[in-house]
């Protein structure tokens, strides 16, 4: 399986609206929203100790099925942390050539090895996409982190409003800068008898094209609706949870990439999930 399948599981946040119970009664005030979140953050603990810092480092061996016309599966391990500087390494087995490929990114490098070679730096036109691919890993890593660790949206983007919906499900609202460095609005789902979270939705309006000349799909059509669903929603439906080293986690992620859809694109399943979590606070390095 080539190494250019990385670019099909990379963009993981994706569109889905389970079917919307109605949200009744008035909005709670942010103060109980923010409260409702930190009972949240806390549950996702578990057994670790409850004054530890923010996780900041991802060690991770993933399953990714790919649903669809052509379906497809592939398995690799991916490294991530924030600590000191932000870098990233994913590595899978490339059955066509018979060798491990890794890429990643350090040291604000691009970098590719195949096997026990020397790493090369992806640098050039030849390798924009391969650069592309691996900053649409790194914003995913970004987004797992916050999923893992929801302190991280306590301190970056406090709820500012709570509802509940008819089965009782309560519904944080809020506003997030993203690795895009665009405000999404979100909405965290928590069930009624659980504080474990069960979707993390975000939206925001679709950026004006800012090259007129470059082609777009025409309006009305298949492609243009598809092209604005993925720009105004996304969607991780979290099941599953099991404890990794002491810390409540979802072993499976569902992603869905069309409001409507009623079955997953695309299946995340962790099979390895070790984290870490350090003192100091890490600016981000890009």
Not at 94 to 115: C, H, I, M, N
Not at 124 to 142: M, N, P, T, V
Not at 257 to 272: F, K, M
Request: with cysteine; hydrophobic share 35%.
């Amino acid at each position: 399986m080539p190494f250019s399948l990385l670019t099909l599981l990379l963009p993981l946040l994706c569109a889905q609206t389970p079917g919307h119970a109605t949200e009744i009664g008035e909005p709670n005030s942010s103060r109980e929203a923010l409260e409702l979140l930190s009972q949240v953050a806390a549950a996702q603990l578990g057994q670790a100790p409850a004054n530890m810092g923010l996780v900041d480092t991802l060690d991770l061996e993933v399953n990714l099925r790919e649903r669809g016309e052509h379906p497809q599966e592939v398995s690799f391990t991916l490294f991530y942390t924030t600590y000191g500087e932000e870098q990233l390494e994913i590595v899978l087995d490339d059955p066509e050539r018979g060798t491990r490929v890794a890429k990643g990114f350090s040291q604000q490098d691009y970098w590719l090895r195949e096997g026990k070679g020397e790493k090369q730096l992806l640098l050039g036109h030849e390798f924009e996409k391969d650069r592309q691919s691996i900053d649409e890993a790194l914003d995913l890593c970004a987004d797992l982190l916050l999923l893992v660790d929801l302190r991280h949206l306590l301190q970056r983007a406090q709820p500012t409003q709570l509802q509940t919906q008819a089965d009782g499900t309560r519904i944080l609202h809020g506003q997030l800068r993203r690795p895009d460095g665009q405000l999404w609005d979100y909405r965290l789902a928590i069930p009624k008898d659980s504080l474990l979270p069960q979707w993390l939705e975000v939206s925001r309006l679709p950026t004006p094209n800012p090259d007129p000349a470059k082609a777009m799909p025409n309006p009305g059509t298949k492609d243009a609706e598809v092209a604005e669903e993925a720009a105004l929603y996304q969607r991780f439906r979290l099941l599953a949870y099991k404890g990794f080293d002491g810390r409540q986690a979802p072993q499976i992620i569902q992603i869905f990439d069309q409001p409507q859809a009623t079955l997953p694109a695309r299946i995340l399943e962790l099979h390895r999930f070790h984290w870490n979590a350090h003192p100091q606070k890490i600016k981000p390095s890009r």
